[in-house]
Every structure is written in C-alpha cells, then in structure tokens.
C-alpha cells in the first residue's frame, strides 16, 4: 500500500497563496489516481482537485477553479497543490489521497489511501 504525508498548510492572508505538498512511499506512484480533498468544520468532506496516473487529465471543482493548479511528479512520488488568491472560505484541513486506477473521481469513497491532512486558515 502507499503511505501519503502532506505539507505546506498553514496561515495566509486573503488573497494569499500556499502550496501544498503530498509525499508518497511505499509503491510507484505512477501506479495511482490522486486527489486533494478539504473538509470544512461541520462540511462534509468536499473533492477540490484530481489528476490521473500520469497527469493527462485534471479535475477542479468549480470553487477552485483558475485559482487552483494540481500537479504530480511521478520521479520525485509527490503531488501538488498550488493555491493562489485564497479566500477565507478555503479554510479547511486538507487531505492528499490515492486510488489504485489510471482515472481519477471525485468521490471520496472511490480512494483508499489517505494522508493526515494538514491545515489551511485563510484571515480576512
């Protein structure tokens, strides 16, 4: 199985911008779909991007979109997740996950693996 541990969160300004990372061990990363998920306090746990094995095909939800870039590289086993104009609305603790397929989802029933997550305060 992969093990995923994510980095990068912490506090930001609105209109800020971080960047978070997902290490992964244990199998090829190429191997796996991944995705960035975010759970809000009393949200459920919401899909915020996704790109399949080798990166041809990405996903945003439509909250993130064009502030937003996910991106993997499959040598180094990490996955991305720029986030340029944060808003406070973004804030949330942050999860990488894995799924063994080429396609990624937005479902997060649909990845096995999880990382611990790390999180993400944007102030006004």
């Known amino acids: 199985q992969v093990q995923l541990v994510e980095s990068g969160g912490g506090l930001v300004q609105d209109g800020g911008s971080l960047r978070l990372s997902c290490a992964a061990s244990?199998?090829?990363?190429?191997?796996?779909?991944m995705g960035w998920f975010r759970q809000a306090p009393g949200k459920e746990r919401e899909s915020v991007a996704a790109?399949?094995?080798?990166?041809?095909?990405?996903y945003y939800a439509d909250s993130v979109k064009g502030r937003f870039t996910i991106s993997r590289d499959n040598a180094k086993t990490t996955v991305y997740l720029q986030m340029n104009s944060l808003k406070p609305e973004d804030t949330a603790i942050y999860y990488c996950?894995?799924?063994?397929?080429?396609?990624?989802?937005?479902?997060?029933?649909?990845?096995?693996?999880w990382g611990q997550g790390t999180q993400v305060t944007v102030s006004s």
């Open positions: 244990g199998r090829t990363l190429s191997n796996y779909a």
């Open positions: 790109i399949s094995r080798y990166g041809a095909s990405t």
């Open positions: 996950a894995a799924r063994f397929a080429p396609a990624w989802t937005t479902s997060h029933r649909d990845y096995a693996y």
